[in-house]
């Protein structure tokens, strides 16, 4: 636990004083609303870690995992719009 605060720390004084990034909001990527990047996911059964795509959108209000590291945004919108127009079908 010391060392993850430890680490936090530095990030948070270099965030501050190298990179200047509460002083200029264009170098605040944190406000953009969407990030996208790889991040370990330990597995529900085996207990191991898997690299997985991770994107917070926040236009749509989502944050999304990929099992596929090649999978679009795009692509799994449109699946889910699918997806939904079939449910609502049966419906």
């Known amino acids: 636990m010391l060392f993850c605060r430890s680490v936090l720390i530095e990030q948070w004084i270099r965030a501050k004083y190298e990179r200047r990034e509460f002083l200029d909001s264009s170098r605040q990527s944190y406000v953009t609303g969407h990030k996208d990047g790889f991040l370990w996911k330990r597995g529900k059964d085996k207990n191991k870690f898997a690299l997985r795509r991770f994107v917070l959108d ?34």
């Open 58 to 91: 926040g236009t749509n209000n989502l944050l999304i995992y990929f099992n596929k590291l090649h999978v679009s945004i795009s692509q799994l919108l449109h699946q889910q719009q699918q997806q939904q127009q079939q449910h609502h079908k049966l419906s």
